[in-house]
């Protein structure tokens, strides 16, 4: 059974760098699609990205301008890194995989874990 | 704002049906994937493709689509089944993952 887990970043100050690691047992990374959602406290999911395991991205056209998201096949790892961020990216980070193919379902999540963003 | 569409708030009687939508143009082109969420947990993929359950999934929940709308029906609602539920699907270009803004369901 596929299972993801995130990294827990701790407290991030404003106009510093997030930086989260999702990493995937059970199975290889070195096929499907990988994304982040994020979900602030109270409100809706909001997808931010997508890697393929070649290094193919995608990224939210409201979030792309500070967003890099990172593939380590030899780690079975996936990275996303989120800019110069303020109070609004407080949320809870979640990793998930596409059931099958891209677009199919997310089918499979991590736990999600809160990065509070804070002076 | 989101390219897909769901009421906030919908209400069953235990052991009704209950229809949840989700509206958007994308719709049209793709299909979309339902998700059960309930506090402090991640979200649960329940429907995705035309009408496809993953394993676990009790065959209460169902889905259609119809033009635009693609839709979750909970037939025979439980208690547990009280959560918010998200749509989700491509956005027009294809290119890009959107979330409608979820649907709180309680059982009454």
């Known amino acids: 059974q596929v299972q993801l887990q995130e990294s827990d970043p701790g407290l991030v100050k404003p106009s510093e760098t997030l930086s989260l690691t999702c990493t995937v047992s059970g199975g290889s990374i070195s096929t499907y699609y990988w994304s982040w959602i994020r979900q602030p406290p109270g409100k809706g999911l909001e997808w931010i990205a997508y890697i393929y395991y070649s290094g193919s991205t995608n990224y939210n056209p409201s979030l792309k301008s500070r967003v890099t998201i990172s593939v380590d096949t030899s780690k079975n790892q996936f990275s996303l890194k989120l800019s110069s961020v303020t109070a609004a990216d407080t949320a809870v980070y979640y990793c998930?995989?596409?059931?099958?193919?891209?677009?199919?379902?997310?089918?499979?999540w991590g736990q999600g874990t809160l990065v509070p963003v804070s002076s | 704002s989101s390219e897909l569409t769901q009421d906030p708030a919908v209400s069953v009687a235990l052991g009704q049906t209950v229809r949840i939508t989700c509206q958007g143009d994308?719709?049209?082109?793709?299909?979309g994937s339902w998700y059960q969420q309930k506090p402090g947990q991640a979200p649960v993929l329940v429907i995705y493709?035309?009408?496809n359950r993953p394993s676990g999934i009790p065959d209460r929940f169902s889905g259609s689509s119809s033009g635009n709308t693609a839709s979750l029906t909970i037939t025979g609602a439980q208690a547990e089944d009280e959560a918010d539920y998200y749509c989700n699907s491509r956005d027009s270009s294809g290119n890009h993952l959107v979330f409608g803004g979820g649907t709180k369901l309680t059982v009454l």
């Open positions: 998930a995989r596409d059931l099958y193919h891209y677009g199919s379902g997310l089918g499979y």
């Open positions: 493709g035309k009408d």
């Open positions: 994308s719709l049209r082109s793709y299909y």
